[in-house]
């Protein structure tokens, strides 16, 4: 496991974004965001998922969060400009932006691999992520130490059969990720993260056999989040790092 001590206050007055912060590892790394000192952006689908996670939030006495609902399968460009000002008239900037929402879409070879759910899939995983990052840069440049994170996968890393559109865009992720990197300089860190097999809904989704039991929780693997949206990882960007490997120092 990557392993890194972060200290409480590590995120202290730091705006960060997690979309997907409803369910799965999006959820437990706003609330871990959240009890290290961050106002949290909760950007999902689902109103009543985020919901909850404010609450939660609330209770254990964190900073206020944010509540932007975005479906990343339909949103357009304009909605993701109005996400900025949104965000620009309630915190003035941003500090990380952490890329987690996802879609599995189908398992099976890409000679039988139903069209319109890979465009889904590209929309969900890719196109989505353009779309806000290419709105959401202004806002990041205006932090000090802004970090941005996409979330990749081993299937993203080195293709895999049957794995379709999701490994594709994986990859693809992996590519935005060198892009921006090799653009934004020392402006804004960009870096991909592949978490490993997590116990979530999505991984009991594409392993249905797997004793959930056998897998790291989300709560297991939040180092690593840790260690990229906070100071510890001012300088570093381009890199793929992943939530099973390496460490801090
Ligand atoms: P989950 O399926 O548990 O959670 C995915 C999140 O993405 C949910 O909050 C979901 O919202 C949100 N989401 C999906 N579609 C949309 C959409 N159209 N608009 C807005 N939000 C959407 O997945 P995980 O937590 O397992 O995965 C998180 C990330 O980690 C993904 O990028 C995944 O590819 C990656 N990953 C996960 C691994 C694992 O083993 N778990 C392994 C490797 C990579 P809602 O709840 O409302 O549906």
Redesign the pocket.
């Known amino acids: 496991m990557f392993s890194y001590q972060a200290p409480s206050d590590l995120l202290k007055e730091r705006v960060i974004l997690v ?9 437990t790394a706003a609330l871990t965001f959240a009890r290290h000192g961050a106002s949290v952006i909760l ?4 109103i009543s ?1 985020l919901e909850s996670v404010y609450d939660e939030i609330e209770a254990a006495g964190g900073a206020k969060p944010a509540i932007f609902p ?5 949103a357009l460009t304009n909605d993701y400009d109005q996400l900025a000002v949104a965000i620009e008239d309630t915190f003035g900037r941003l500090d990380g932006l952490l ?6 879409g189908q398992l099976t070879p890409l000679e039988q691999y139903d069209p319109d759910s890979f465009n889904r899939v590209m929309q ?2 890719v196109h ?1 992520e353009f779309l806000m990052t290419r709105a959401l840069i202004p806002l990041l440049k205006q932090s000090k130490d802004a970090s941005l994170v996409f ?4 299937v993203g890393r080195k293709g895999r059969a049957y794995w379709g559109a ?1 490994s594709i865009s ?1 990859f693809a992720v992996e590519g935005m990720m060198q892009v921006l990197a090799e653009e934004l300089g020392s402006a804004v860190r960009v870096n991909s993260l ?10 009991a ?2 392993f249905p056999g797997e004793d959930p039991d056998s ?1 790291p929780t ?1 709560e297991d693997i939040m180092p690593v989040y840790l260690y990229l949206m906070g100071a510890d990882s001012r300088g570093i960007s381009g890199q793929t790092f992943s939530a099973r490997e390496g460490s801090a120092g």
């Open positions: 979309t997907g912060a409803g369910s799965g590892i999006g959820r950007v999902g689908r689902t998922k975005v479906n990343l399968e339909s890329h987690n929402a996802g879609l599995l969900v995983n989505a979330t990749s996968s081993s999701y994986k592949n978490p490993g097999g997590t116990r979530t809904p999505m991984r989704k594409a897998l989300p």
